[in-house]
């Protein structure tokens, strides 16, 4: 795959963003220095999309990273990477939102940010002394407009080439385009056959907004996740038969649908097969036996229910598609 150009897909910003990005979240974070080298063996594969998020701690990683590909000529310029980035909840305010993007750009060591998301529909207190360990108390009311129109300021500021959020549904998406001046460009969403987002994948289409996939695999041996993609018996046939991986099918499935997907592996091999997917198509029949795969969200996201904050109930989280 080194050498060759993975595809793009024009947002409604008029940016172009490569439709397979590498996340970048991890458990048990390794240091910078072997992050780092680690994507830096990404970008010599031919990753060219980075997907992280203040919380998950790899943007000074993927900063050093994209100096060091620089040096080695691995890249020509910082505009050949496309790099996502993501406030924490604990940020997530009209007046912390800009702030929290100039700490991401010094970590990153870049002027800029190719897409910048909303990580999700809601509010942590910003003073938690760690800001993944918290109790329902420390969740507040989540405000849609102000704080979009914080991120519609870090476009103006030139400091995002691109703005969107993340796990919207149409709800809120409705709510939150009834007062913005920028249509969001990107809703990263979990999407994967087993997860397929039909309903929202339809809404976001006709207004414009390109809909991208994180756990695009059903964050197989994670924590949260399940095998309900790659043990997938109907994947399983179809890679078997394409002469593929199911996870090959899995991602060629979300790009063949017109959506985007970042996929995680530190490992040299799988990173490869993960942009291997251009030289085939799922044809008719193939596309419709994934259409009868049994639907089930994977993360559910019960910590982000408080009586504080702006969720109740998961029906209200995810606008009524639990």
Request: proline share 3%; hydrophobic share 40%.
């Amino acid at each position: 795959m080194a050498g060759k150009k993975i595809p793009e897909v024009l947002l409604n910003s008029g940016h172009k963003m490569p439709v397979i990005g590498m996340g970048t979240s991890v458990d048990n974070r390794p240091s910078n220095d072997v992050l780092a080298s680690i994507f830096v063996d990404a970008i010599e594969v031919g990753y060219r999309h980075f997907d992280s998020a203040s919380v998950y701690g790899t943007e000074e990683a993927i900063g050093i990273a994209l100096a060091k590909a620089l040096e080695k000529g691995l890249i020509k310029s910082r505009d050949e990477v496309f790099i996502t980035s993501k406030p924490w909840n604990t940020d997530a305010d009209y007046d912390l939102i800009v702030p929290a993007l100039k700490t991401t750009l010094k970590k990153l060591g870049t002027e800029y940010v190719d897409l910048y998301l909303i990580h999700w529909p809601v509010r942590l207190r910003h003073d938690l002394e760690n800001p993944v360990v918290f109790t329902k108390e420390d969740l507040l009311p989540f405000d849609i407009e102000g704080t979009w129109k914080a991120m519609e300021e870090c476009y103006k500021l030139g400091l995002a080439k691109s703005i969107g959020i993340c796990n919207y549904g149409t709800q809120k998406l409705t709510k939150l385009l009834e007062t913005a001046t920028i249509t969001p460009a990107v809703n990263q969403v979990e999407m994967n056959p087993s997860w397929q987002q039909g309903k929202l994948r339809e809404f976001c289409k006709e207004k414009g907004i390109h809909v991208s996939a994180w756990s695009a695999l059903g964050a197989y041996k994670v924590t949260w996740g399940s095998g309900a993609v790659v043990e997938n018996q109907i994947l399983q046939d179809i890679a078997a038969a394409k002469g593929k991986t199911t996870a090959q099918v899995a991602l060629r499935w979300v790009y063949q649908i017109g959506s985007s997907a970042m996929a995680k592996s530190f490992n040299n091999e799988r990173m490869k097969q993960n942009l291997e997917i251009f030289d085939f198509e799922l044809s008719e029949d193939d596309l419709e036996k994934i259409k009868q795969i049994p639907q089930r969200r994977q993360y559910l996201g019960d910590m982000w229910l408080s009586e504080n904050g702006s969720c109740k109930t998961l029906e209200e989280l995810w606008d009524g598609d639990v």
